[in-house]
């Protein structure tokens, strides 16, 4: 971390475009919002675009803006994400997301600092600094033909790698410390110590989830703690008992997808009647209920961004949402 930190220190004097790459929940935001209040832009805005929160058709308006009229429901004129950071920087969140359309129009902003709002013709220049971020290795995604090369290549002039927490395990006591004084102080607490037998289970954990996972462990032991001390009791079973939760924000090598497939149809089978004739709606409707809700959570509820991800037909997601009870 100490050399992400000074790559930071570095770079952040330049107008030079970064490229954050690291697993969700590292601190991506945070890296990115150093770089601007570092840099001689500090004064200027710092504007942040989640890219995977929204469909192209959105996210295109978002980021250029539109005119009245350029499309159903635009009333009025709107100024996109990249004006609204002129002078400053904008921080492109998951832009690994980005369609192959969106991104010739971002390699464009990249190379000449300009753009055309959605349904206009003339062209607005801007000074925007480009911090932008991926969950994903973006070569591999070139290679896989779902991320244009040039672009990528814009965007690594300084590519800046953070570690996933289960790398830097001997920074868990400080970030627990931290975490400590800001929701004991937003909460009017008093939680100033911890545990030792509490500190090692954090230490022992996976963290699937980092920085953001070990964050929402801490409010929550602050809230229901009901001395000075973060007790091991107040954490959560999976962290008190050193079992390894999956989620889908894990890495392959922390968990293998096929061995977890496997378990979960065999404790399906398990669960099952010896002459249940339900096995496909017991296993496979409750994975494929699991794995919409959970890719509708990711894409904000926007159902036409959740459909793309998914790789059906809108149509078809919209019936599934209405036969297992999500559409609400």
């Known amino acids: 971390m100490m050399e992400v930190y000074n790559l930071t220190r570095r770079v952040a004097g330049s107008n030079a475009s970064v490229l954050l790459l690291g697993e969700t929940g590292v601190g991506k935001e945070m890296i990115a919002s150093a770089v601007h209040r570092l840099s001689q832009r500090a004064a200027g805005p710092f504007v942040k675009v989640n890219c995977g929160a929204l469909s192209e058709s959105l996210l295109e ?8 009229g350029a499309f159903t429901g635009a009333v009025s004129n709107r100024t996109g994400r990249f004006e609204a950071a002129h002078g400053g920087s904008i921080f492109l969140d998951e832009i690994n997301s980005t369609s192959l359309h969106l991104q010739v129009k971002l390699l464009r902003v990249l190379q ?4 055309e709002r959605v349904g206009d013709t003339q062209t607005i220049r801007v000074d925007t600094r480009v911090v932008a971020a991926s969950n994903r290795d973006l070569m591999d995604e070139v290679e896989a033909e779902r991320f244009r090369e040039d672009l990528y290549w814009r965007l690594n002039v300084v590519p ?22 800001v929701y004991s102080e937003a909460n009017e607490r008093h939680v100033v110590h911890i545990q030792r037998e509490a500190m090692e289970a954090l230490q022992d954990h996976d963290w699937p989830g980092n920085v953001r996972e070990l964050q929402n462990y801490v ?9 000075d001390e973060l007790t091991v009791d107040l954490l959560p079973p999976e962290i008190r008992s050193g079992v390894k939760r999956p989620t889908l924000g894990m890495s392959a090598q922390a968990f293998d997808l096929d061995t977890l497939t496997q378990e979960v149809v065999q404790q399906g089978l398990n669960e099952a009647d010896p002459d249940a004739e339900d096995l496909h709606s017991r296993v496979v409707n409750r994975v494929e209920k699991e794995l919409i809700a959970q890719v509708m959570q990711a894409c904000s509820g926007v159902q036409t961004k959740a459909a793309t991800r998914l790789g059906i037909n ?3 997601l919209h019936k599934k949402l209405k036969e297992y009870d999500l559409d609400s």
């Open 61 to 68: 308006s978002e980021l250029f803006g539109h005119m009245r």
């Open 112 to 115: 000449e600092r300009e753009f």
């Open 160 to 181: 800046i790698r953070i570690p996933p927490l289960r790398e830097r395990r001997e920074d868990i006591p400080e970030l627990v410390a931290h975490f400590l004084n």
């Open 219 to 227: 409010e929550r032991a602050v809230v229901l703690a009901e001395s």
């Open 314 to 316: 809108r149509n078809t």
